[in-house]
T-cell receptor, first 114, second 111 residues
Framework: AQSVTQPDIHITVSEGASLELRCNYS??????LFWYVQSPGQGLQLLLK??????LVQGIKGFEAEFKRSQSSFNLRKPSVHWSDAAEYFC????????????FGTGTSLTVIP | DVKVTQSSRYLVKRTGEKVFLECVQD?????MFWYRQDPGLGLRLIYF???????EKGDIPEGYSVSREKKERFSLILESASTNQTSMYLC??????????FGQGTRLTVV
């Protein structure tokens, strides 16, 4: 069965520090992978996506993610965090099987301290 | 840009009421979804629809139903609202089977 795991429920970083949010997935074929961000009281906004090709993908707001097939991972990174990055982050796997479903991780809440 | 509009940002309903949450999209996407979001549980799929008048149960359909009479509109119905349905509800559409676009969410409180 398809699943997405975000092992870190909550992360706190200092402004200007680097960030890595972890995501592992379980899927029977080559997955379509996504990271979404949700600011308080808002819907989800797409940060970046991986369909195929270069395993390092660039997204909006200075984020990047790397697909590692051998580790079934798609970790999100940012070299220098800004206070406005404080939000909830969701990793997702897109499936092209029946119903074209999306599978989400449980999310990682990011706090940024001055 | 794709626009997914949920009719209400905040709703307060009483236990036992029938509640309708509306979602409208403007990009002619076939697939539409309803999720609920709760702290520590992430997004859980309630129902989805891949065509007009078609619907499929997600992971937590109990206590909910849906309606898709027109391609652009997907409604979530709480037949008899209960306090355990207090949650954030998110509607989404799917582009070409792989990229999801979300509405702003409806925060429902059942008292």
């Amino acid at each position: 069965a398809q699943s997405v795991t975000q092992p870190d429920i909550h992360i706190t970083v200092s402004e200007g520090a680097s960030l890595e949010l972890r995501c592992n997935y379980s899927y029977g074929a080559t997955p379509y992978l996504f990271w979404y961000v949700q600011s308080p009281g808002q819907g989800l906004q797409l940060l970046l996506k991986y369909f195929s090709g270069d395993t390092l993908v660039q997204g909006i707001k200075g984020f990047e993610a790397e697909f590692k097939r051998s580790q079934s991972s798609f970790n999100l990174r940012k070299p220098s965090v800004h206070w406005s990055d404080a939000a909830e982050y969701f990793c997702a796997v897109g499936a092209t099987l029946h119903g074209n479903q999306f599978y989400f991780g449980t999310g990682t809440s990011l706090t940024v301290i001055p | 840009d794709v626009k997914v509009t949920q009719s209400s940002r905040y709703l307060v309903k009483r236990t036992g009421e029938k509640v309708f949450l509306e979602c409208v999209q403007d990009m002619d996407h076939e697939n539409m979804f309803w999720y609920r979001q709760d702290p520590g549980l992430g997004l859980r799929l309630i129902y989805f629809s891949y065509d007009v008048k078609m619907k499929e149960k997600g992971d937590i359909p109990e206590g909910y139903s849906v309606s898709r009479e027109k391609k652009e509109r997907f409604s979530l119905i709480l037949e008899s609202a209960s306090t355990n349905q207090t949650s954030m509800y998110l509607c989404a559409t799917l582009k070409q089977g792989v990229e999801a676009f979300f509405g702003q969410g409806t925060r429902l409180t059942v008292v």
